[in-house]
């Protein structure tokens, strides 16, 4: 008898373009969900059940090109594939659907308030995250959740993601010598993180306090091994 196994006659991830290949339109789509990426990285330093892709392909039909979102979150999959890292996200070899999706609105919009959700809905990915710098009287963030198969706007800045235990909201801040409006991860007291440039900061002030301290006591730091 014939050992057939459909998922063997799939293409993987190595086979499929890792990417749409159309340029990203704002240097905020990249910046934005790295910032993210990269609070995260420290905060689950110690987990490798997640991942979180920067305008990676997620190929969820192998009759269909890829979506491309700003940025997605999964959770309960490998954080690191292999050494050479993943090329695409391909759900038919992950088996876990990303729980958030990112897309960051700029001067051409792209689906990101019809068909993007849309497809998104449909995929049953449970949260839909859509930052707009450029709006003026609507709220830049909107974050939606998925109830019976629509997504419904969570209110508040930030906003409190059960499933993933955190929050994500906007404030002015500065991440690579920028200072603007930026996307950041939060407690549940909606405490901000903060980035690894704020923590690299801190530890040096902390450092440069410490020398203080022991050259009034009359030690010379320098001298400390």
Same mark, same amino acid.
């Given at each position: ?27 905020? !789509?990249? *910046?934005?969900? +790295? ?27 192998? =009759? ?18 292999? =050494? ?49 710098? !450029? ?10 959740? *998925? ?6 706007? !969570? ?5 409190? *993601?059960? =499933? ?11 991440? !690579? ?12 007291? +909606? ?5 690894? =440039? ?11 306090? *410490? ?15």
């Amino acid at each position: 008898m014939l050992n057939y196994n459909p998922l063997h006659c799939l293409p993987s991830a190595e086979d499929l373009p890792d990417s749409d290949y159309i340029p990203v339109d704002n240097e905020l !789509q990249d *910046l934005i969900p +790295g910032l993210l990426k990269a609070i995260l990285a420290w905060l689950w330093t110690s987990r490798m059940d997640w991942f979180f892709g920067v305008d990676m392909g997620i190929y969820y039909d192998p =009759e269909l090109p890829p979506i491309v979102p700003d940025g997605f979150l999964s959770l309960g999959v490998e954080r690191v594939f292999d =050494e050479n890292l993943r090329l695409s996200y391909v759900l038919w070899e992950e088996k876990v659907m990303p729980i958030v999706a990112l897309e960051v609105v700029s001067h051409k919009r792209r689906g990101e308030y019809s068909s993007k959700k849309k497809m998104y809905a449909d995929m049953e990915i449970l949260y839909y995250v859509v930052y707009n710098p !450029q709006r003026r009287r609507k709220p830049p963030l909107e974050v939606y959740r *998925l109830v019976n198969g629509e997504y419904v706007l !969570q209110l508040g800045n930030p906003v409190w *993601l059960t =499933e993933i235990g955190l929050a994500i909201g906007h404030e002015r801040g500065t991440y !690579q010598g920028i200072t603007r409006d930026w996307l950041y991860w939060y407690d549940k007291q +909606g405490v901000r993180y903060l980035t690894p =440039e704020e923590r690299a900061i801190a530890a040096e002030q902390r450092a440069d306090r *410490l020398a203080q301290e022991l050259r009034r006591l009359g030690i010379d730091p320098d001298s400390l091994s």
